[in-house]
């Protein structure tokens, strides 16, 4: 079975970077990869996605500050955060499917801006 992990998370000031990670542990087939995030007491939204050929969306509350990268070599996604907001914080899920179910999830890593 596919495991997703996500790695990279952590405390930093506003303003601030980080730099996302998602291994996969199998083959590195997706068709669509992406990044979801989920505050406390608030629903999980959609920050970013990346289909196989390079085309990347982005919410308009993280466009231009934030980065939606993968590498099919290395099994890895990433998400580069810059300008970070406290409106940021949440956890960050990394997601990722295929032309068809299942959808896969990591278990999440905590980002946390404050000052």
């Known amino acids: 079975q596919v495991q997703l992990v996500e790695s990279g998370g952590g405390l930093v000031q506003p303003g601030g970077s980080l730099r996302l990670s998602c291994a996969a542990s199998g083959s590195f087939s997706f068709y669509v990869m992406g990044w979801y995030r989920q505050a406390t007491g608030k629903q999980r939204e959609l920050v970013a996605t990346?289909?196989?050929?390079?085309?990347?969306n982005y919410a308009d509350s993280v466009k231009g500050r934030f980065t939606i990268s993968r590498d099919n070599a290395k099994n890895t996604m990433y998400l580069q955060m810059n300008s970070l907001k406290p409106e940021d914080t949440a956890v960050y899920y990394c997601?990722?499917?295929?032309?068809?179910?299942?959808?896969?999830w990591g278990q999440g890593t905590q980002v946390t801006v404050s000052s």
């Open positions: 997601y990722a499917v295929r032309r068809g179910p299942p959808d896969y």
């Open positions: 990346i289909i196989s050929g390079g085309s990347t």
